[in-house]
T-cell receptor
Framework: DAKTTQPTSMDCAEGRAANLPCNHS???????VYWYRQIHSQGPQYIIH???NNETNEMASLIITEDRKSSTLILPHATLRDTAVYYC?????????????FGGGTRLMVKP | DTGVSQDPRHKITKRGQNVTFRCDPI?????LYWYRQTLGQGPEFLTY????????KSRLLSDRFSAERPKGSFSTLEIQRTEQGDSAMYLC?????????????FGSGTRLTVV
């Protein structure tokens, strides 16, 4: 699976959009971009995933650049409960092992 | 509750003792995973099952670690002769082998402290 690079930490004001970047310059054509988050003392939670088109669900939006070498997770109106570590993972959707490889993630702090 | 359940939530044990953790996945999920997470790090893959078959094990899974998933339902992870370096959060997750999303559902983990 391709390696990802994320900032170690970010701050965001409550109510504002949180934009979390992820670089995955070695991504292959059959690799998807997945985002998970982990709130303190809980297991990681799936947020969203995409291949090349932008995606939106009830939690977030995922913007993938045209060359697919980077992406941005957008939380449109961040709340205090969005404070968590956000992991960007790139992987083949149906790889044999089907396991996730987590990096260090971005620690997002939403401040009042 | 239709989520992934892990038991116990916390375990404190003395070095050298054996410990066993249990994971109950989402009932229709045929894949089950174990991960380990140390403070400040992302989760690291340990092993996974498809139904009752253990299909892959990480190099992190030393011979002191053993995992089972009898009948393809719940799973147990046993650590024998625990060491202080085994102190970590042990996370279980489940998923369907195929299908849309392929999002894992994680449990809340078992936090092991070896003293």
């Amino acid at each position: 699976d391709a390696k990802t690079t994320q900032p170690t930490s970010m701050d965001c004001a409550e109510g504002r959009a949180a934009n979390l970047p992820c670089n995955h310059s070695t991504i292959s054509g059959n690799e998807y971009v997945y985002w998970y988050r982990q709130i303190h003392s809980q297991g990681p939670q799936y947020i969203i995933h995409g291949l090349k088109n932008n995606e939106t669900n009830e939690m977030a939006s995922l913007i993938i650049t045209e060359d697919r070498k980077s992406s941005t997770l957008i939380l449109p109106h961040a709340t205090l409960r969005d404070t968590a570590v956000y992991y960007c993972i790139v992987r083949v959707r149906d790889n044999a092992g089907n396991m996730l490889t987590f990096g260090g993630g971005t620690r997002l702090m939403v401040k009042p | 509750d239709t989520g992934v359940s892990q038991d116990p939530r916390h375990k404190i044990t003395k070095r050298g003792q054996n410990v066993t953790f249990r994971c109950d996945p989402i009932s229709e999920h045929n894949r089950l995973y174990w991960y380990r997470q140390t403070l400040g790090q992302g989760p690291e893959f340990l092993t996974y099952f498809q139904n009752e078959a253990q299909l892959e094990k990480s190099r992190l899974l030393s011979d002191r670690f053993s995992a089972e998933r009898p009948k393809g339902s719940f799973s147990t992870l046993e650590i024998q002769r625990t060491e202080q370096g085994d102190s970590a959060m042990y996370l279980c997750a489940s998923s369907l082998a195929t299908g849309e999303g392929l999002g894992y559902t994680f449990g809340s983990g078992t936090r092991l402290t070896v003293v």
